[in-house]
């Protein structure tokens, strides 16, 4: 910086002067004066070669050379270039054709001097104002630099901070995936006892409720039996089966005799101890009970095909178990004990086996955090986890640098994602893609524009093509020595 104001310094004092003294057709800048160096006074060779004229006719409102360079101070060649010096402000180039047009195109006047028009010079005016921004410029150049260096110390920190926080992740997870073993045992120990238990409890549980459905089904066999035992014999017989139409096999709306011998297992009849122990078995999923037809009864007919006029039809058999039957008893006091030592192992296995997963995410989250190219110096890490903001008249735009960019329309409704972090494309531009898909167009991405600028701030947000959208980002993180803005230089002398 210092070295650079002292060669600026230079050229102004001694740079102007000396090349002040120059002598040159008017319109010619000192730069370009020694081509306009006679030789011997006598011809001028036109700037593009095209023709070699005496000297004098150098700016004489006539113009022989066809780059108009033999006409730099009068309006003659329709592609001349007049210069202006416009001491105390900044040099400039207008076209020849505007000399001495009547108006006043240089600060210094010089254009016009055939004094068509009074021209004030005012180069000194705009050679302040210029300097007064330049030097507004640069301070806030100076103090983004500034920032920028405290950026680059707190990204440095900051990453310190999360390599850190990885290394004590790592020993955590160490410890933890020791002590899961370990946990991993004691479950196992506990649940062995706590198994053998339960199934013990469960086993004699099925065996009370097996009891108890044979016990059922043998009370239920002698009830079908009496049931079917129309003529109280002592023997359920061909005949008293066929009144019974759920056992017409061929669903011809009859039983027929072949088809009562068939549920008789080929009998006759057979007495209750041939019953309950080889005949129940088979039919007790298919028998009804027969109920006396009542035809003047309001409930709709039963759907059942109907026998003859008088004969019992079948009805469905009540629903008798009650759930409470069927629940099992409560664990003894043992087996609760063994189950509440199981559960409370189990418990701390999976809070230890959870602290590892969720290790491994945070170690991953971190890393990626890490792996981020956050620029020179790693400046730009300080923006993640930060959210920047721009309104215009129709959405916020919203700046998630390094994460997101998205979209939401002020008048509300859900918000568009416009791109994740992708990449840098140089190094005063990012790029966000992969966003919302764009009906009948391309995913949405955004292009980030960035400059030095005093603080972080999304300046201006627009779509330059449909659904490619692009964000100007200033901040003093892009304040490195490569963006010093522009200096003009300023002539203080002719
Ligand atoms: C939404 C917005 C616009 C975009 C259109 C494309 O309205 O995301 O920025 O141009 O969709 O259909």
């Known amino acids: 910086m210092g070295e650079y104001m002292y060669f600026v310094c230079f050229l102004l004092v001694f740079g ?29 060779q036109c700037l593009d070669g095209s023709a070699q004229i005496p000297y004098e006719h150098l700016n004489d409102d006539y113009c022989d050379c066809a780059d108009g360079s033999d006409e730099p101070g009068t309006s003659a060649c329709t592609n001349g270039r007049f210069h202006c010096t416009n001491a105390g402000y900044t040099p400039k180039n207008i076209q020849s054709s505007r000399v001495n047009d009547g108006v006043c195109d240089c600060c210094d006047g010089s254009d016009e001097y055939e004094g068509k028009i009074e021209c004030v010079n005012n180069c000194k005016e705009l050679g302040k104002k210029l300097r007064e921004e330049q030097d507004e410029k640069r301070r806030l150049h100076e103090e983004g630099f500034k920032k920028r260096e405290g950026f680059i110390a ?40 706590e198994k053998e238990a339960k199934d013990k409890h469960e086993q004699a549980w099925k ?12 009370g239920k066999a002698r009830e079908a039996f ?16 066929i009144p019974h139409l759920e056992f017409d096999i061929d669903s011809n709306g009859i039983v027929s005799e072949e088809e009562a011998k068939e549920h008789l297992e080929d009998h006759e009849k057979v007495d209750y101890e041939e ?74 296995y999976e809070e230890a086996d959870k602290r590892s997963r969720d290790i491994d995410g945070e170690i991953t989250t971190l890393t990626s955090y890490l792996n981020t190219d956050y620029g020179k110096d790693q400046a730009y890490a300080v923006l993640r986890d930060n959210c920047y903001e721009y309104t215009d008249r129709e959405y916020t735009y919203k700046l998630c640098p390094f994460s997101t960019a998205s979209q939401r329309p002020k008048s509300g409704g859900h918000e568009t994602n416009l791109g994740r972090w992708g990449r840098w494309e140089n190094d005063k531009t990012q790029v966000y893609d992969h966003g919302q898909n764009c009906w009948n167009g391309p995913d949405r991405s955004v292009k980030i524009h960035i400059t030095c600028g005093p603080d972080h701030q999304l300046t201006n947000a627009y779509e330059p093509s449909r659904c490619e959208y692009a964000f100007d980002f200033i901040t003093p993180c892009a304040c490195d020595q490569h963006s010093q803005p522009q200096v003009k230089e300023i002539r203080d002398e002719l």
């Open 16 to 44: 102007v002067r000396v090349n002040a003294e120059i002598e040159r057709p008017r319109g010619v800048s000192i730069s370009m004066a020694s081509k306009y160096e006679p030789n011997n006074k006598q011809t001028f």
């Open 154 to 193: 707190e990204a440095s920190t900051l990453m310190e901070g999360k390599k850190l926080k990885i290394k004590e992740l790592e020993t955590e997870k160490a410890e933890i995936q020791e002590k899961l073993k370990e946990l991993e045992a004691r479950k196992t120990e506990a649940e062995g006892p």
């Open 207 to 218: 065996e009370q409720k097996d009891a108890r459905e044979k016990e059922r089904q043998a």
């Open 226 to 241: 009496d049931d079917l035992d129309l003529n109280k014999d002592g023997f359920v017989d061909v005949f008293e089966i």
């Open 275 to 348: 019953f309950s122990s080889k005949i129940w078995g088979n039919i007790h999923s298919i028998y009804k009970k027969l109920v006396p037809d009542e035809p003047q009864q309001v409930t709709p007919p039963p759907v059942e095909p109907q026998g003859d006029t008088g004969v019992p039809v079948p009805t469905e058999e009540p629903q008798e178990e009650s759930a409470e039957e069927d629940k099992m008893p409560e664990y003894d006091e043992e087996t609760k004990a063994l189950i509440a030592a199981a559960d409370e192992a189990r418990k701390n």
